[in-house]
Structures are given as structure tokens and as C-alpha cells.
């Protein structure tokens, strides 16, 4: 059974660090990860989808990577600003199954 | 831009009753899921559908827990009796074909609280 384990579970940083989100999973067989972004109370948005053919995936201020082989995922968030404060979530697709993490929770003071 | 739907956005509840959730995918989608999501934990698959079909309900609590997708556009999600540990909150997902290489995009939820 695939598990997800997102470190940490919480971060805080002042604004305009760059910082990094990391997720691992137990079963490298995966299809695709995709990183989330929930705020408080309201439903996930996705940020980035990196297939498993793939090796990183950049949005604006955000850069997702993949290793398969070592089961870890990185999400880079560059010049954070107090807007990304929200929990982070990673999820993996194998076996016609998509499983999560726990999230990060980040905090980014002004 | 399209989006899921889902309402109500919150529901309170005694235990022991009947609450339903709806919700209406992407127009396109032909694969819908349901999630539950416990504070503090990442979202988990109650039942997946493909059109009409169910897929996938491995994970959903079939003594008390019901979902329908009966012209396979929207979807109902039925818990009946609701018991305190279904206080939870309820996504639903679309994606335009089930399977890896597609996005699943998330409605805003439905937050139950069970007393």
C-alpha cells in the first residue's frame, strides 16, 4: 500500500525566502504526482502535475521535481510572500489509486 | 473558468440523520470522484466514477454511506445514519478521463459537522 509522508508538517517564514516543501512516497511504480495548495476550510487547487516521465514542472514562482527512483518529490516556492500561506499537499497516482499526504501548513509572515 | 460545484458548503447535523451532498463536475468530465478529508489529514477516495459507473467504492463505509451518479453528470453522496466521526469535510473531484495522465480539479467542499 502506497504512503505519502510530507516533512514538515508546518513551516513558518518571513517573506521573500525562498523555501522548499518536500514529499516522499514508499512505492516508486507511480503515474504522476501532483502538488496541491488548500487554504482554510476550502477545497485544493492544483499547483503542478509532473508525469512520471517527467523530471520537474515550473509554474511562476513555483518548481516541482521528481526522482522515482529515491520516492521523493520537492516543491520550491522562490520570494515567498505572505499570499502562500496555505497547507501544501502532495498526492501520488498508481494503480488506479490516488493517495495523499498530510500537508504542510505554511505560514509566511510580513 | 469552469469549476466544480458542490453544496451546501456547510451542514450540521444530529446524529442518527440523513445528509446528502451534490455535486456537479466539470461539463466534460467523465470520471467524478468523492473524497473525505479529516482536519488535519489529506483527502482520502470514498468512490470514483466513470460516467454512470462505479469504479471504484472499496473505501466507502457501504453500511451507511450511498453515492449516485445516475445520467453521469452530477452526483449525490448520502450518509444515513450519520454517526460523530463523520464530521469531516466532503470533496469531489472531476476529471476528463480517470487514469494518470489527467488533472483532477477540486470542488470547494462541504463541511459536516456531526453532533
Known amino acids: 500500500k502506497q504512503e505519502v509522508t510530507q516533512i514538515p508538517a508546518a513551516l513558518s517564514v518571513p517573506e521573500g525566502e525562498n523555501l522548499v516543501l518536500n514529499c516522499s512516497f514508499t512505492?516508486?511504480?507511480?503515474?504522476?504526482l501532483q502538488w496541491f495548495r488548500q487554504d482554510p476550510g476550502k477545497g485544493l487547487t492544483s499547483l503542478l502535475l509532473?508525469?512520471?516521465?517527467?523530471r520537474e514542472q515550473t509554474s511562476g514562482r513555483l518548481n516541482a521535481s521528481l526522482d522515482k527512483s529515491s520516492g521523493r518529490s520537492t516543491l520550491y516556492i522562490a520570494a515567498s510572500q505572505p499570499g502562500d500561506s496555505a497547507t501544501y499537499l502532495c498526492a501520488v497516482y498508481n494503480n488506479n489509486d490516488m493517495r495523499f499526504g498530510a500537508g504542510t501548513r505554511l505560514t509566511v509572515k510580513p | 473558468e469552469a469549476e466544480v460545484a458542490q453544496s451546501p458548503r456547510y451542514k450540521i447535523t444530529e446524529k442518527s440523520q440523513a445528509v446528502a451532498f451534490w455535486c456537479d463536475p466539470i461539463?466534460?468530465?467523465?470520471?467524478l470522484y468523492w473524497y473525505r478529508q479529516i482536519l488535519g489529514q489529506g483527502p482520502e477516495l470514498l468512490v470514483q466514477f466513470q460516467d454512470e459507473s462505479v469504479v471504484d467504492d472499496s473505501q466507502l463505509p457501504k453500511d451507511r454511506f450511498s453515492a449516485e451518479r445516475l445520467k453521469g453528470v452530477d452526483s449525490t453522496l448520502k450518509i444515513q445514519p450519520a454517526e460523530l466521526g463523520d464530521s469531516a469535510m466532503y470533496l469531489c473531484a472531476s476529471s476528463l478521463v480517470g487514469g494518470s495522465s489527467y488533472e483532477q480539479y477540486f470542488g470547494p467542499g462541504t463541511r459536516l459537522t456531526v453532533t
Open positions: 512505492d516508486s511504480a507511480i503515474y504522476n
Open positions: 461539463s466534460g468530465h467523465a470520471t
Open positions: 509532473i508525469q512520471s516521465s517527467q
